[in-house]
């Protein structure tokens, strides 16, 4: 690929990690959990598409591929993202996009008979202390989201994908 080539293939990727951050931005929007018409499938929604977004900035500037590993390079060092961004790590999302296989590994080998999922609790939960038994679980007041006991916060995945925009300014398109 010539020069004029590479500058605009990473003028279209600043330009998605914009996009994909505002979605991320949107969604929280619709997140709280303490309004008066409180919708659980929309905090589930709204965390979905944070997971997702995050995501695709994510694979944007840590490719899986090893073809595309020097455009994630290039693209860091451009933007001036540390390469342990919170963004490089996907596991939360993982488990959430192959919860299919979550599913299967739990009746596998670790089944009891307390299943909880998509809670969305600010308190220890009473159903159970075992974190294997709970799923995907929201608190909505320190914004911390956890599958089986490992967490991420989802105020600190924004704030990344806020200041990877922050960055993306004074190169992208408007």
Known sequence: MGNNQNALAELVFIGEIVMQSKIAERA???LPATTDHFDPLEVWCSIQS????????????????????????????????DDHNLLSDR?????????DERIEKWFENDCSAVYR????????????RNPAN???K?????????????????????????????????????
């Open 28 to 30: 929280a929007e619709r």
């Open 50 to 81: 944070i997971l997702v977004a995050a995501a695709n900035v994510s694979k944007i500037l840590w490719p899986q591929r090893k073809r595309s590993a020097a455009r994630g390079k290039t693209l860091r060092k451009l933007l001036n993202v």
């Open 91 to 99: 596991n939360i999302r993982n488990h959430f996009e192959h919860y």
């Open 138 to 174: 929201y608190n909505p007041a320190t914004q911390t989201l956890t599958f089986r006991g490992e967490s991420v916060d989802l105020a600190a995945i924004l704030k990344a994908l806020e200041e990877i925009r922050h960055k993306c300014r004074h190169l992208a398109l408007p």
């Open 134 to 136: 709970r799923h995907r």
């Open 117 to 128: 999922d998509s809670i969305i609790d600010p308190f220890e939960s009473i159903w159970g």
